[in-house]
């Protein structure tokens, strides 16, 4: 309640900073930002990661709505610094401002500013490591995590389901587009596409299918409005998995060693969808460009080429292999905050300049001036 108060509060980085000003009104306890997806401009460069310009136009601080790898061209590069300075100025001019007046709306004048309350964020937690984005520097306050929600160990499947996927002598192929991505309010034309590509292959397919009925469902298909998805994933029998390419089915997938096939949507789909076939671990196919013949075809390399599901295999290992597990180093660090009072010292003075002394803008004006002046002596005094 707002006459509550609070030691630690956990705060989701999206686009409603008025939240602040709750904060505020139960004590302004130390607040830990976390980001579920890969960091990008708007949070690193407002909170706990200032780091200078050129090193925000790293692949691991863009916006996952780019989708661009670590090796790009000059029109990437392009792209990436047009769009940090128009990111820049929709942040500045029109968010924050924006945010400000919802939160002097309904909580007056006490709390902070939206700038000074970002600023002062306690740590950042970043729901992603060099695995599933790209390697790039961190300051102390920014920690990472990854695959959170991944049971360590799994739940035993209901009975007629490890039926289906034990007498399933030719595999299974697990299909399923996440919550935001419902397979029966997709136009007929793309489902008569999977059902038909499905009718051909030898092995069985679990559908997550929002519906009772799936009209001219083949016999090698099994519909079901929810399924235990990590569970499956753990069963020998499964040979692919279909998924819209959500990060959180992205991360399970590749704790179990799973192949995919990924066919993204929306915000960081085509990013994750990038990762998948730039690590070898499935393809990515474009929705707007799926047909019946496209579709086998990803299906059937995946199936039929053992180094995808080898290099899922060792991309398992490579996740597994930490020095402690992301809710031990979360936990840890939360716990870190609360023992220090907010842990002020991992604060960048970096996060108090101007935004042309972040930019370095005062430099490059004294060096050009400078310059001039030199030039204007040499040539009227020699």
């Known amino acids: 309640t707002i006459n509550s108060s609070y030691d630690l509060v956990f705060m989701e980085t999206l686009n409603y900073q008025s939240y602040h000003g709750l904060i505020h009104h139960v004590g302004s306890p130390p607040v830990i930002c976390v980001f579920v997806f890969c960091v990008f401009i708007l949070v690193s460069t407002i909170r706990n990661c200032p780091l200078n310009f050129f090193q925000h136009l790293l692949p691991m601080f863009l916006r996952v709505l780019l989708y661009f790898s670590n090796h790009m061209a000059f029109y990437e590069r392009l792209q990436n610094t047009l769009f940090w300075l128009w990111l820049r100025y929709k942040t500045y001019v029109e968010l924050f401002p924006q945010q400000e007046r919802i939160m002097r709306k309904h909580f007056g004048e006490g709390p902070p500013s939206i700038l000074e309350a970002e600023r002062n964020m306690s740590l950042m937690m970043i729901g992603t490591n060099c695995i599933f984005g790209y390697p790039s520097p961190l300051p102390p306050a920014v920690i990472t995590y990854h695959s959170l929600h991944v049971k360590t160990t799994p739940d035993p499947l209901p009975e007629d389901l490890k039926k289906y996927l034990d007498e399933a002598t030719d595999g299974v192929i697990y299909f399923s587009f996440g919550t935001n991505v419902l397979g ?189 002046f030199v030039i204007f002596i040499v040539y009227y005094c020699v």
């Open 184 to 372: 029966n309010h997709l136009p007929e034309e793309k489902i008569r596409i999977f059902i038909e590509a499905f009718a051909e292959l030898p092995q069985k397919v679990l559908w997550k299918w929002e519906s009772d009925i799936l009209p001219n469902k083949p016999a090698n298909v099994q519909i079901g409005k929810w399924y235990p998805q990590q569970d499956i994933l753990t069963h020998p029998n499964l040979r692919l998995f279909i998924t819209q390419c959500g990060l959180q089915s992205l991360q399970e997938a590749v704790h179990h060693g799973v192949p995919l096939l990924g066919i993204p949507f929306i915000a960081d789909q085509k990013y994750n969808g990038r990762k998948i076939q730039e690590a070898g671990i499935g393809l990515q196919l474009p929705y707007g460009k799926i047909t019946k013949e496209s579709l086998l075809n990803g299906i059937n390399q995946i199936l039929h080429n053992s180094s995808f599901r080898n290099n899922a295999k060792q991309l398992s290992k490579l996740s597994r292999d930490e020095q402690e597990s992301s809710i031990e180093r979360t936990i840890w660090w939360a716990e870190y905050v609360l023992r220090h009072k907010g842990a002020k010292h991992l604060r960048s003075a970096a996060l108090d300049l101007h935004w042309y002394q972040y930019l370095l803008l005062d430099v490059a004006a004294f060096l050009l001036i400078s310059a001039l």
